[in-house]
């Protein structure tokens, strides 16, 4: 057989291994290593919740997706191309994710008698049992290997078993022509203070992975995959988790406050407070606090006080902080609330997402208590969102609900850096010339904000609380004065319209057929409706960012088109949502509740579907 | 130079409503008397002093104190004045809790506020009943009292409020009565002086609901000799007659009357807020008449770092050693590549 180079478009591999096997780490090597290469990248960390889930079986499988491309990439892929599996569990619990043209690299010393047991296999052949026997096998001792690579390291058994995955790595790097310059790069940083012992053989497994790929026979062709031709500028690797952070520290900057951060560690949104904890030369101060509730309660203490003030959370730890919720809304103090979306109800599965929140961050207070939601559609989104949710509630004196997902906050992509001048200011709604006149809840003319007077300002003491007031901050249980302050309280929310872009339509104006999206399901759907298109088909899409309030000209988008298909991961939240606001329409939906993304083909069928109607 | 301020300055123009003879006003009597001293010691103007609550009757204080002021949800007082001491230390922090704001649905965030020392001033008001719901038991009633939700008599101990702050080594805890203004007064001085959590306890009467409470020690007749007011360096001496004070007995406290049994004055203990002596101040907080006074005063003052001292510390210590300071910077930082 001729060993042939493909040059390839797009690539997705996924690695796959028991929990302790280091594949997140391996994933996200090659995903970076990638985008310094200058690839298109999109990336899907899907893991178990347990830390260490019982060795060997398929619950404890831990898998990290990574799509490459020559040209810029929507999503993680819905199928990959190498299925790289360091036992049996993992060969089990993900063969289902391999392209019928895919090809599988295994471990074989992970494949004993109890290992196959472990994962389920009733027979000695596993390729056979799952149905995948005709792809590309490449059958390694990568166990074995990784010994033989470090005998002479002088590390001790398990310190040398743990390189494997470098070894796999090192093969990866081969098939997929990858220069090992970044990687050799990487370890070096990682371990040249606590563990320089470590550089040498870490950078040596991965060399003998490489070579050890290049040798043998049983890989048949490598693959290029040449850089995209991406926007001139600095480039970086990050994730929604990041990207949120650092957004909010923008929106700090720009503001002039001193950011303040209250939050509880939560499942998938703890690596934004590990962020911010980190950078506090931007003055960033963060509290972890002893409970959900204290995280939101200290953020809103501090925005009494002066600070842009974010809590973070996941759905069970917004549930808790519903209460604390209503008193940003009725001491109409600025506050962003940042949900990492995951699968509910309740505990549900923390490490699998999910666009389930909608309805609890729309609705879930006591009394009419209006939320300003709005969501982020990307890793690197995640920068703008949070630094909109900032501007949106320090402009308009509001508490801001954004919804991330954990398919993002994990999930990451190549992002062009901007420069913090092309940002708008934020203007924080200060009171000034008021001494012993101010009246804290008369509102702004065209907003309906009301002005911010903090401690410290002489002149401007006052009252604020979680009972109903007038204008003047009275106490007041007066039936006209509550439903005046009710009806402002839900047109300040509503004016925050004008202050955020209109609804764009990608495709023709008018149709047949607009397929809506919010959130983390923006890649998929595009990538459907680039593949109707490649088809030759019309189809128009808009997806909304904001969505309370929705994009002020969404009436006039919607009445364009016979029929709108509503895609979302959950059963129907949005669409129920838009029936409501925008009932003169026919919906119809797309939904998936398996804490999994939506597969670009799961898209394609609904807009098939709903095109034949 | 702060400005001379007097109790005016410090009462809003709100009507006090709370019920005639409620045990909250001396409480604010108080409050409004000391603050001009707490802003004059601290070299302060009075739009740097908060005032913050959470839910029930004395929560209502706020409002009738012309400061900055947040009256915010249940149990979560402590959360929210943690919150605006870290976001800007200068701030004088008081907040007024009740027993079941602060020891039952807040139980959680007051215990690690005092855990982490930030620098407040708690007042918890003790009137052992839910008030404001009109007269359910709280987790300071006594075992077996008979409220709205426990007709036949509760059958659950009480949290004695200063045995939870020094389990958690709290750093500060005194006590005083409502009658005793003065008192209170005086413990709300040496509270605004200490630097971390300062936790009073105000033992209140509800005369709706739960009149007369604390009548067996706070009646004028018997007052002195069931209660022991405890100074630094003073003898723990008590009663009407000055005869009776406190003598350690091996690890435990003990009632003595002079000139009984050989005991002196000298015999009796001398009072040290100051000292980290955890087991004695324990004890002190412990006290139950009838086999013992209760003690009012500061029983507990000992220096530590505060929180939100730290925070800010650690936020210029990190700064000062960092390579950047501007979000630009941030988003070059690291790993990134140029596409030219």
């Known amino acids: 057989m001729k060993h042939k180079v493909i040059d390839a478009s797009d690539v997705v591999i996924r690695f796959a291994g028991d929990s302790g096997d280091g594949m997140q780490l391996t994933g996200s090597l090659f995903a970076n290593m990638s985008a310094v290469y200058g690839n298109g990248l999109s990336t899907f960390p899907d893991y178990p919740a347990e830390i260490r889930a019982p060795k060997g079986t398929v619950s404890g499988v831990s898998g990290f997706q990574v799509h490459i491309g020559s040209h810029h990439v929507n999503t993680p892929g819905d199928f990959c191309d190498l299925l790289v599996a360091m036992n049996p569990a993992a060969l089990k619990a993900d063969a289902k994710w391999l392209k019928r043209t895919g090809m599988v690299l295994v471990n074989e010393d992970a494949f004993d008698e109890s290992g196959m047991k472990k994962a389920g296999f009733t027979t000695d052949n596993p390729f056979e049992e799952l149905g995948i026997e005709d792809r590309t096998i490449i059958v390694a001792p990568i166990s074995k290997l990784t010994e033989e690579s470090l005998s002479e390291s002088g590390l001790d058994k398990a310190s040398v078993l743990k390189c494997k995955n470098m070894f796999t790595l090192g093969m990866a790097c081969y098939i997929y022509s990858r220069p090992l310059d970044y990687v050799y790069e990487y370890i070096e940083n990682k371990f040249k203070k606590k563990h320089p012992e470590m550089i040498e053989p870490n950078k040596k497994v991965i060399t003998d992975g490489y070579n050890y790929a290049a040798a043998i026979q049983a890989v048949p062709n490598t693959y290029t995959v040449a850089p995209a031709s991406p926007e001139k500028g600095t480039w970086r690797n990050i994730t929604g988790n990041q990207a949120a952070a650092w957004g909010l520290m923008a929106a700090s900057e720009k503001s002039g406050l001193p950011l303040f951060c209250g939050s509880y560690p939560i499942t998938p949104a703890t690596a934004i407070l590990e962020e911010l904890a980190f950078y506090k030369n931007l003055g960033v101060k963060t509290m972890q606090t002893e409970d959900e509730i204290a995280g939101i309660c200290t953020a809103i203490g501090a925005s009494f006080a002066g600070n842009l003030a974010v809590t973070t959370t996941s759905g069970p730890g917004l549930s808790l902080k519903s209460e604390a919720l209503g008193l940003a809304v009725m001491t109409e103090l600025p506050l962003v609330v940042i949900d990492v979306q995951r699968s509910g109800p309740c505990t549900g599965m923390p490490t699998k997402t999910e666009q389930t929140d909608l309805n609890e961050a729309l609705y879930g207070r006591n009394g009419e208590s209006p939320m300003v939601v709005i969501s982020s559609h990307s890793p690197a989104h995640c920068f703008d969102a949070a630094f909109m949710a900032a501007k949106i509630a320090l402009e308009h004196m509001t508490p801001v609900l954004l919804l991330s997902e954990g398919f993002l906050g994990n999930g990451s992509e190549p992002w062009r850096v901007p420069s913090m001048a092309d940002y708008p200011t934020i203007t924080p709604r200060f009171a000034k010339g008021k001494e012993g006149s101010f009246k804290p809840f008369v509102r702004d003319e065209a907003t309906f904000a009301r002005e911010w007077a903090i401690p410290g300002s002489a002149g401007y003491e006052h009252r604020v609380g979680g009972l109903e007031k007038t204008h003047m901050g009275v106490l007041s249980t007066d039936p006209d004065n509550h439903e005046l302050m009710v009806r402002e309280r839900e047109e300040k929310v509503a004016r925050v319209a004008a202050d955020i872009p209109l609804l764009e339509v990608d495709g023709p104006a008018e149709g047949k057929l607009l397929v809506v999206g919010w959130g983390g399901t923006y890649g998929h759907i595009l990538s459907a409706v680039e593949e109707i298109r490649a088809e030759g088909r019309e189809i128009s899409f808009a997806h909304f960012d904001f969505i309370n309030p929705l994009p002020s000209n969404t009436e006039k988008v919607l009445s364009g088109f016979d029929k709108i298909l509503v895609c979302e991961l959950n059963t129907g939240q949005f669409a129920g949502y838009l029936r409501a606001k925008h009932p003169d329409h026919k919906y119809l939906q797309c939904n998936k509740i398996q804490g999994q993304t939506f597969l670009v083909r799961d898209i394609v069928e609904a807009i098939d579907k709903a095109m034949e109607e | ?340």
């Open chain 2, 1 to 340: 130079m702060a400005a001379k301020y007097t109790i005016k300055d410090f009462k809003s123009d709100q009507e006090v409503r709370w019920c005639p003879g409620c045990g909250d006003y001396s409480v604010l009597a108080a409050l409004q008397r000391v603050l001009p001293k707490v802003c004059e010691e601290k070299g302060i103007d009075k739009e740097k002093v908060v005032v913050v609550s959470g839910i029930g009757c004395s929560s209502r204080l706020p409002y009738y104190m012309n400061t900055f002021g947040f009256h915010s949800i249940h149990g979560r007082a402590t959360a929210i004045s943690t919150g605006i001491k870290v976001a800007n230390p200068e701030l004088c922090v008081w907040q007024a809790s009740g027993d079941g704001d602060a020891l039952a649905i807040g139980g959680n965030h007051f215990i690690h506020a005092i855990r982490r020392n930030v620098d407040i001033n708690i007042m918890l008001f003790n009137n052992r009943i839910y008030g404001m719901t009109k007269g359910q038991y709280s987790p300071t009633s006594k075992l077996g009292a008979v409220t709205k939700t426990s007709p036949y008599g509760t059958v659950e101990n009480p949290f004695n409020p200063g045995s939870l702050v020094l389990a958690s080594k709290g750093t500060f805890f005194a006590r005083s009565l409502d009658a005793e203004v003065a008192l209170s007064e005086e413990i709300m001085l040496e509270a605004s002086r200490h630097k971390g959590t300062s936790v009073m306890e105000f033992l209140t009467n509800c005369v709706i609901f739960n009149n007369g409470t604390h009548a067996e020690i706070s009646d004028r007749e018997w007052r002195a000799d069931r209660t022991i007011v405890l100074r630094d360096g003073e003898k723990m001496i008590f009663g009407k007659n000055r005869d009776k004070g406190l003598v350690l007995d091996g690890w435990r406290l003990k009632v003595v009357t002079i000139g009984e049994n050989g005991i002196t004055e000298d015999d009796i203990l001398t009072h040290d807020s100051h000292s980290d002596n955890l087991g004695l101040q324990m004890q002190l907080a412990d006290m139950k008449y009838p086999d013992y006074p209760v003690a009012l005063g500061v029983i507990r003052d000992v220096a530590d770092a505060t929180y939100d001292e730290r925070v800010a510390a650690q936020v210029e210590e990190v700064s000062a050693k960092a390579k950047f300071h501007s979000v630009d910077a941030l988003l070059r930082s690291g790993s990134t590549w140029e596409v030219k």
